[in-house]
């Protein structure tokens, strides 16, 4: 294993809501993804889903509040719970989630992503 550096990672890509895996651990990867807009409502049936902003203000839109995260901020989506991430403006995020869990979950959309790339 080496030192994973966030800022240089961020570096290698530019594309929108696609997560990039950086490591993997005990059964989780992280992922760092470049978000702006909104994604779709969907839910992990099975899997807690952890999102942490490193640049920027992320809302995650649940169905019955809103979650606003500003840099340095971390939420936990629990399993089950549908949500919807929105950004304003574009967005960097880590993202620390079972090996199992599906991009989209439930739902099947133009954005989801089968497979995350390594970088």
Known sequence: MS???IQEKLKLF???WSPK???E???QQILLAKVKGEF???KHEFEDELFMVIKGVLEIE???KTITLKEGEFYIVPKGVEHKPIAKE???ILLFEPLSIKHTG???ADITVETYESI
Do not use: M, P, T
């Open 40 to 42: 779709v409502f969907h």
């Open 14 to 16: 530019s594309d929108l």
């Open 90 to 92: 574009e967005v960097y």
């Open 106 to 108: 439930d739902v099947i």
């Open 21 to 23: 895996k950086v490591g």
């Open 62 to 64: 649940l169905r019955d």
């Open 25 to 27: 651990l005990n059964g």
């Open 3 to 5: 030192v994973i550096n």
